[in-house]
């Protein structure tokens, strides 16, 4: 029997962990968005730089991050521009952009 499809095992016993608040993050105009995972390929840098920083930050191993395009953005830029959103409800409570950078 295939392992294919299979979750690799935890290399430490499983832990719950207390959610002090909901991390569901939504992408309110989900088209042409993307979801990756970075791998351990060529070093790759979030399109956007954190204010106060005058460099583009590493996207790191294991890191979630979505691309539109050629743009890959690290979750919390991709949230700081509007991209995502944690409100559940954005489809009823009409979420707009600050602005939208890549266009
Ligand atoms: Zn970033």
């Known amino acids: ?3 294919a499809g299979k979750p690799p095992e ?3 016993p499983m832990v719950l962990k207390d959610l002090a608040e909901d991390l569901r993050l939504y992408l309110p105009y989900p088209q042409n968005w993307e979801v990756h995972i970075q791998d ?9 730089k954190t204010p106060g920083q005058d460099y583009f ?14 743009a890959k ?3 919390n830029c991709a949230y700081r521009f509007g991209h995502l959103t944690d409100d559940r409800l954005h489809w009823q409570n009409g979420v707009r952009r600050q602005r939208d950078p890549l266009v």
């Open 40 to 48: 351990n390929g060529p070093r790759e840098y979030c399109h956007h």
């Open 73 to 75: 953005l690290c979750l």
């Open 1 to 3: 029997m295939s392992d």
């Open 57 to 70: 930050h590493l996207l790191l191993p294991g890191e979630i991050y979505v691309q539109f395009g050629t």
């Open 10 to 12: 935890l290399q430490t």
